[in-house]
């Protein structure tokens, strides 16, 4: 199945826009939502600590390859996400969880 290109999309959360990366499949496929781990990490898994893998990329890739489309977004105040959070330190689970639900 050829992989259509993802396309960069936002939701609005609680505190401003969240960016992220559609990654579509088939119409009607099941989607996963891909969230950074903890630290630096953006949307597509790299980190300027030096990881530059993009494994969250690739996972999307693979999904789409398999028919499954993904969302995977920067964390609220970090990178395209950065004007969602004064301050990503001050950002809590909580907060996580209400940008998931947006």
Do not use: F
């Amino acid at each position: 199945m050829p992989i259509k290109a993802a396309v960069g999309m936002h939701a609005r959360g609680p505190s401003g826009l969240l960016e992220g990366t559609w990654q579509p499949a088939a119409p009607g496929a099941p989607v996963v939502l891909i969230l950074p781990g903890s630290g630096p990490t953006d949307r597509d898994g790299n980190n300027p600590g030096g990881v530059a893998a993009g494994t969250y990329r690739l996972l999307a890739e693979g999904l789409a390859a398999r028919g499954i489309a993904s969302l995977r977004v920067d964390k609220r105040g970090m990178y395209g996400s950065r004007l969602a959070a004064a301050d990503p330190n001050a950002v809590t689970l909580g907060d996580y969880v209400d940008d998931v639900r947006a």
